[in-house]
């Protein structure tokens, strides 16, 4: 029901707003940067590739460990891929799903086909899955510190650990989590840069222009969030709500394209990581040759079950 309220406020809005001259034809023009030549973004159809043959691999290990286990579906990959890590929004992505905040209130994760029959287990039989799924509280564990200081603790004899190993390789977990740590560290940079702090400045007052008086490019999304906490499970104010983030979207895209937002992002983005340590290039490598293997594994399995 929430789901169907949400594309109603879509069509409704999106009809008045798809005829604007040229709309489509700039936003492919558009660029859409991403830290580290993107290597932590895939495709929707690489991140459902990949989905289900970790899924694939959770499930032989939870087998030959006695456990019956059913794959979790892929979620809804569409979204999550066409995020922008510096909150870019293009015309079209702003008139059909606004900021994604509303329809992301309204829909469910996939149901984990799971949760009914570990549910039904006596609680020491249910301990026992959950810790081959995901680890014994007192089972062995690998310490992974970030460049950015905080150490993040991964459980090695779990089902997802043993999944992610047989698809990615022993070193996947310590590259992937340094890689992120600097990623959110260029992206921090990237927006304090002059170049994106004086784009921003422009958005800002091409924002007032249309009636908008917000300073940072998180006030709509504060906003927003705001309202929809007050709106609750109330399908008129939900509804209401969902019409009002696709309205502020619409314009706010419109602003970044005016100030050049996207263009001065990737500007930015070069100048900050021509700074980055030599030794991060070969951790890229490393990440890459195995991310591709991943890809090609995870390919071959679709192939092969299509």
Not at 37 to 46: D, I, P, Q, R, V
Not at 125 to 134: I, Q, S, T, V, Y
Not at 155 to 165: I, K, L, P
Not at 264 to 270: F, P, T
Request: aromatic share 4%; hydrophobic share 40%.
């Amino acid at each position: 029901m929430g789901r169907l309220l949400w594309l109603t406020a879509a069509a409704v809005l999106a009809a008045g707003c798809s005829g604007a001259p040229g709309g489509e034809a700039a936003a492919k023009r558009q660029p859409d940067p991403r830290p580290l030549g993107g290597a932590l973004h895939y495709t929707a159809t690489e991140s459902a590739a990949l989905h289900r043959a970790e899924e694939q691999e959770v499930r032989k290990c939870m087998t030959s460990r006695g456990f019956p286990y059913d794959a979790i579906p892929v979620g809804d990959v569409e979204r999550r891929t066409a995020e922008s890590p510096y909150g870019l929004l293009t015309p079209s992505r702003a008139a059909q799903d606004g900021y994604g905040l509303t329809v992301e209130r309204l829909e469910k994760p996939p149901a984990d086909p799971n949760a009914q029959r570990v549910s039904a287990l006596a609680e020491r039989d249910r301990r026992a899955w959950e810790g081959a799924l995901k680890g014994a509280a007192n089972g062995p564990r690998e310490e992974i510190e970030l460049p950015d200081g905080p150490t993040v603790s991964v459980a090695t004899d779990s089902c997802v650990a043993v999944a992610r190993r047989a698809l990615y390789g022993a070193s996947w977990d310590r590259n992937q989590y340094a890689l992120q740590s600097l990623r959110n560290s260029v992206v921090s940079d990237t927006l304090d840069h002059r170049l994106v702090r004086a784009a921003e400045r422009e958005w800002a007052a091409c924002m007032r222009d249309e009636g908008f008086r917000y300073e940072h490019r998180e006030d709509p999304l504060k906003a927003l969030k705001k309202r929809l906490d007050s709106a609750g499970s109330d399908a008129a104010a939900l509804r209401a709500t969902g019409r009002e983030e696709l309205r502020i979207a619409v314009r706010d895209a419109a602003c970044q394209a005016e100030a050049g937002l996207a263009e001065q992002i990737s500007r930015a983005q070069k100048h900050v990581e021509k700074a980055l340590p030599p030794a991060c290039a070969s951790l890229l490598e490393k990440f890459r040759a195995a991310r591709d293997t991943a890809l090609r594994q995870a390919g071959a399995r679709t192939a092969s079950t299509a």
